[in-house]
């Protein structure tokens, strides 16, 4: 299925080498979190899985298939910052990657089909928490909005694999912990492999059903950077998450400061969390 | 307090904006008062009875050799002359803009080009267009293209480098081909910064276009401010300025009220970009 692999990767920018010797084996399904020190080329790999980037050496493959040269529908991504279009609506803003994929010349729909997008675009829209917002502009909307909208936005588009930026980087505490329930509940729900960088270790292993730390091994000014990052910890989150198959949340008399907001009583204000919790 | 503070209240602001506009109507009244007592026929400061008469004779009056009212005739040659330039401009600055901001080989072939295209000073090409297309429409309406496109061209490729690489990496990753990201992502961001160099093209585009009218033409407001030059009519010199000015600042109001009409994201996209 959706297994990413990656062997023997290199990366360097002028001279200085920030990956060094990658291998990795990523299951389908899999939510992998990558953590690292500020500058340790977490992002440069994720960049490459996104081919915005290519490898100096070495090999990735996305189900056995060599990776594209250029980014594409079969990974979706969402960034910290800018990834919304501002000229959009809300609805808009979804409607787009079901237009841009039925509409090639003109990159629009109209009428009967419009409709029938429009309500595919709500529904997603309705499954992130942003039913009644869909006539704003991006700029109306609060950061953990934002990020919401953006993670529809890669939805709709169906992709294989999600790949995450450190998106929820920017957010406060609360509006974080909301972001990370509805974050688990669309692993589960959908057919996807997703890596995210973050720098928050705690949202590592909040989220992820295995968490990866880069780091250089060497890292002296006399090496002349001459030496990478490469993978140091590779950890499998216990107790295991599977995808489709939520755990039941953990009984606590009294919620920490990072976990989601109770999902009972009057601070429950999530209309994407309807029924069960995740 | 300290003077960066103070702030003027929202009669006060209206009342100061006043100010300088009186100012220098009270300086004209004064120094044509003093020329007029000491020779009532001096024409370099008519009076403000003389500017009525001359308004009087252009703008309402039909002229008694060409059957027409001259302002309305020169107004109307003159702006159809920029109308025209502006839109061939606007249409050249989107295309090439568009294609060297988002483009590589497009900016690698033409970036340096238009960088030097844009350095040649207009006015110094007037001869070689009056001699290649004659002294008609063609010639004018060419000069305040070449003027202003190049830096219409230059500001859009600008700007569109300027939109954040994660859109299009965005834009990328819902299937969008780069027609599909020109149409739907680069286009509509760019027209309402567009506007936006337009207003500040519109200076520029009017001294063209006055240059080119006054050099070789037989209507347009520039032509009939140099032809009534001869006869130091300052009476009629300075009504057409005032119309010409009110004219670009009525143009430049509007662009702006379209911009904020037909792109209502753009203010709060711009402020929280």
Known sequence: ?278 | MRLINRRPAPGVARLLALVPFVLVMVAYLIGSGIRLSENPSDKLLPSFASFAAAIDRMAFQVDQRTGDILLLVDTEASLYRLFAALAIAVAIGLVLGIVIGLLPYFRAGLGSFVAVVSMVPPLALLPILFITMGLGEASKIALIVIGVAPCLVRDVALRVGDLPPQQSIKAQTLGASTWQIVLRVVLPQTLPRLIDSLRLQIGPAWLFLIAAEAIASESGLGYRIFLVRRYLAMDVILPYVAWITLLAFLMDRALAILQRRAFPWFEAARASG
């Open chain 1, 1 to 278: 299925m959706n297994a990413i692999s990656v062997k023997d990767v290199w990366k360097e920018y002028d001279g200085r080498v920030i990956l060094e010797n990658i291998n990795l084996e990523i299951a389908p399904r899999a939510f992998v979190a990558l953590v690292g020190p500020s500058g340790c080329g977490k992002t440069t790999f994720l960049r490459m899985l996104l081919s915005e980037e290519r490898p100096d050496r070495g090999s990735i493959t996305i189900a056995r298939q060599p990776l594209p040269a250029e980014p594409g529908a079969d990974r979706g991504v969402v960034f910290q910052r800018y990834s919304v279009f501002p000229h959009l609506t809300v609805l808009g803003n979804v409607v787009l990657g079901l237009e841009l994929k039925a509409a090639p010349l003109l990159g629009r729909l109209f009428g009967s089909s419009r409709r029938a997008a429009e309500d595919e675009a709500r529904g997603m829209l309705a499954a992130v928490g942003l039913a009644g917002s869909e006539e704003k502009y991006p700029a109306q909307l609060s950061g953990g909005m934002q990020q919401r909208l953006a993670l529809a936005q890669a939805l709709i588009a169906k992709p294989k694999v999600l790949l995450l930026d450190e998106p929820f980087g920017a957010l406060d505490p609360g509006i974080r912990a909301e972001i990370h329930v509805l974050m688990q509940k669309l692993w589960h729900e959908r057919p996807l492999t997703v890596v995210m960088v973050t720098h928050d270790l705690s949202e590592a292993f909040s989220l992820g059903t295995r968490v990866i730390a880069f780091e250089r091994r060497r890292n002296e000014p006399s090496d002349g950077g001459r030496y990478g990052a490469t993978i140091t910890r590779d950890f499998a989150v216990w107790p295991k998450r599977i995808a489709g198959e939520p755990r039941p949340p953990k009984k606590k008399s009294m919620p920490g400061r990072d976990d989601p907001v109770p999902l009972t009583g009057p601070l429950r204000d999530d209309p994407a969390l309807q029924g069960d919790a995740p």
